[in-house]
């Protein structure tokens, strides 16, 4: 492909057939255990380095609907290869897997993904690798927390449910300078919205599940890395712990991908307009979200980032239970629900303290996140308009 086509160009040409008589514009779905070699020479062959990363040898490593998916989404965000896992969680413990070994230590976000800090306190630390937690709000002070043994530094901007951001360039300069790895789970901006590997991030992870699928139909994960050596040591882990997509989800996270830009540009639209009303509200104590100029993430998201997505925290005045039960239920529009990414809009609560060790998150009792999806905008404030009346 071109490299200088722009990056909507791209998620629509990456990953496609050959051209050719009678092809189909996309991969049809090939379900497979077993993949069948022409004369015996080359099924010996087929796992000799630099094959095995390229071949498609058996089903539990990928059919050429993974295949499809990873090249597509490599070139979006200009990595050197992608792998492909079961769910987005399984991408960011594979990469912790490959990456850590006993007697190492990982620096994690305090603002990161409840399920990544799971994985670092019940099994990182059964095999021996230490985890610190570090203030999003760290930047180049991460050199400071630093020890000989830190191999990785693993980061998530805008943090999950509390949505701070973080300087990323500050953050991969102090720890490439000490021979350490960045990974990123970019989940929220998607690399249309900011492209890690150009920021220096080694390591780039998608929940594909929410906006590259788009559907709220399937889970999966996305590993980008930015090096061929690191690219390897994750594919033969996933390899080795055997976590696999299936080929009826790579299908119909590829297919996502086709129309990401569109649905997450008239989304983020929509966000805007609606995060920027709710923030006027009297019962709105503020909205949690980095492209309102009043966020206190604003500057850094407005230097790094092209775009912001559609997700976002609220801190009610009254974020007492009764008072988002009512709000919440109150909702039409907004289904009750995890996850996002989806199509449609979304609305969940979450009881704080958050599970943090460094900057408690205990603001108010419940924290509500809002996921604004292709509906008309004007429809979702009145929506949003009756149940804060409700809220009181
Ligand atoms: C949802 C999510 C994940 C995990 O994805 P699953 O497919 O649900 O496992 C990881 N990181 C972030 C930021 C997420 O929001």
């Known amino acids: 492909m071109d490299n200088q086509d722009k990056l909507e160009t791209r998620l629509v040409q990456g990953g496609r057939p050959e051209k050719a008589l009678e092809a189909t514009v996309n991969h049809p779905v090939h379900r497979a255990s077993t993949v069948i070699y022409p004369d015996l020479g080359t099924y010996l062959g087929r796992n000799e380095d630099g094959r095995r990363y390229s071949n498609i040898t058996y089903g539990a490593t990928g059919t050429h609907n993974a295949r499809a998916l990873a090249a597509a989404v490599a070139d979006l965000e200009g990595g050197h290869g992608t792998v492909v896992t079961s769910t987005?969680?399984?991408?960011?413990?594979?990469?912790?897997?490959?990456?850590?070994?006993?007697?190492?230590?990982?620096?994690?976000?305090?603002s990161v993904y409840a399920p990544t800090r799971n994985f670092c306190a019940n099994v990182l630390a059964r095999y021996g690798v230490t985890t610190t937690y570090y203030d999003p709000g760290v930047g180049a002070g991460i050199a400071d927390l630093m020890r000989p043994e830190t191999r990785l530094v693993f980061t998530e901007a805008p943090g999950s449910l509390s949505f701070e951001m973080q300087d990323i360039p500050a953050i991969v300069a102090a720890v490439h300078a000490r021979g350490a790895l960045v990974a990123m789970d970019n989940t929220w901006a998607t690399p249309l919205y900011f492209r890690p590997i150009d920021h220096g991030v080694d390591v780039s992870i998608q929940a594909g599940t929410k906006y590259v699928a788009g559907h709220s139909d399937l889970v999966i994960g996305l590993i980008t890395s930015a090096t061929q050596e690191v690219h390897r040591r994750i594919f033969d882990t996933t390899?080795?712990?055997?976590?696999?997509?299936?080929?009826?989800?790579?299908?119909?996270?590829?297919?996502?991908?086709?129309?990401?830009?569109?649905?997450?540009?008239?989304?983020?639209?929509?966000?805007?307009?609606?995060?920027?009303?709710?923030?006027?509200?009297?019962?709105?104590?503020?909205?949690?979200?980095?492209?309102?100029?009043?966020?206190?993430?604003?500057?850094?998201?407005?230097?790094?980032?092209?775009?912001?997505?559609?997700?976002?925290?609220v801190v009610m005045e009254r974020g007492?239970?009764?008072?988002?039960?009512?709000?919440?239920?109150?909702?039409?529009?907004?289904?009750i629900g995890s996850s996002w990414?989806?199509?449609?809009s979304l609305v969940a609560a979450y009881p704080t303290p958050l599970a943090r060790d460094v900057v408690p998150f205990d603001e108010v009792p419940f924290l509500v996140r809002l996921h604004v999806g292709l509906e008309d905008p004007e429809d979702l404030i009145a929506d949003l308009e009756q149940a804060l009346a409700k809220a009181g």
């Not at 299936?246 to 983020?268: E, I, N, W, Y």
């Not at 990414?341 to 449609?344: A, C, L």
């Open 88 to 110: 987005g969680l399984s991408a960011i413990t594979m990469t912790l897997a490959a990456l850590l070994s006993s007697g190492d230590h990982v620096l994690v976000s305090d």
């Open 341 to 344: 990414g989806g199509y449609e």
């Open 239 to 313: 390899r080795t712990y055997g976590d696999v997509a299936s080929p009826d989800d790579c299908f119909l996270a590829l297919r996502g991908l086709r129309t990401m830009s569109v649905r997450l540009a008239r989304q983020a639209e929509s966000a805007m307009t609606v995060a920027t009303w709710l923030n006027e509200r009297p019962q709105v104590r503020r909205v949690l979200f980095p492209a309102l100029p009043s966020d206190p993430g604003h500057a850094l998201w407005k230097r790094d980032f092209s775009g912001a997505s559609s997700l976002f925290g």
């Open 320 to 335: 007492d239970l009764d008072s988002v039960t009512r709000f919440v239920d109150a909702l039409r529009l907004f289904c």
